[in-house]
């Protein structure tokens, strides 16, 4: 789950600093259904309506961290095309409340890095203790 993206950032520091205000969650936290972003679609991801994603959400805020529009939820993929609405429909429709995995306690700090199959992802800091 993304928490914060950060964009450009020219030193890790400053980050790292914010992130030591930070607790981890309190226990995992469940994913149920699925969703999308997207005017045409674009994205596809689990969500989660757990009271305390948002309250953690709240804690990123006091840390100095710019959070807009928080939605928890784990991307799952970039949708590219829909070759058929209907089905489409019928899939999401399937999974509506439904549990499909869980966001774990920890919170990191990744650098994520474009090349030209993708973003690679490493792992930069922890916020368990």
């Given at each position: 789950m993304t928490w914060v993206f950060l964009g450009e950032c020219a030193a890790?520091?400053?980050v790292l600093e914010?992130?030591?205000?930070?607790?981890?969650?309190?226990?995992?936290?469940?994913?149920?259904s699925l969703g999308t972003f997207g005017r045409p679609l674009r994205?596809?991801?689990?969500?989660?309506?757990?009271?305390?994603?948002?309250?953690?959400?709240?804690?990123?805020?006091?840390?100095g961290f710019e959070m807009k529009r928080f939605t928890p939820?784990?991307?799952?993929?970039?949708?590219k095309?829909?070759?058929?609405y209907?089905?489409?429909k019928a899939l999401?429709?399937?999974?509506?409340?439904k549990e499909l995995g869980e966001i774990k306690q920890d919170i990191a700090?990744?650098?994520?890095?474009?090349?030209d199959k993708g973003a690679s992802y490493t792992k930069i800091a922890s916020i368990i203790k």
């Amino acid at each position: 789950m993304t928490w914060v993206f950060l964009g450009e950032c020219a030193a890790a520091e400053p980050v790292l600093e914010r992130l030591q205000d930070l607790t981890p969650l309190a226990s995992h936290e469940p994913l149920v259904s699925l969703g999308t972003f997207g005017r045409p679609l674009r994205i596809l991801y689990a969500r989660s309506s757990s009271t305390a994603l948002y309250d953690k959400a709240r804690e990123f805020r006091r840390a100095g961290f710019e959070m807009k529009r928080f939605t928890p939820h784990a991307t799952l993929c970039r949708i590219k095309k829909i070759h058929d609405y209907k089905k489409f429909k019928a899939l999401m429709e399937k999974y509506k409340g439904k549990e499909l995995g869980e966001i774990k306690q920890d919170i990191a700090l990744y650098r994520s890095t474009l090349n030209d199959k993708g973003a690679s992802y490493t792992k930069i800091a922890s916020i368990i203790k």
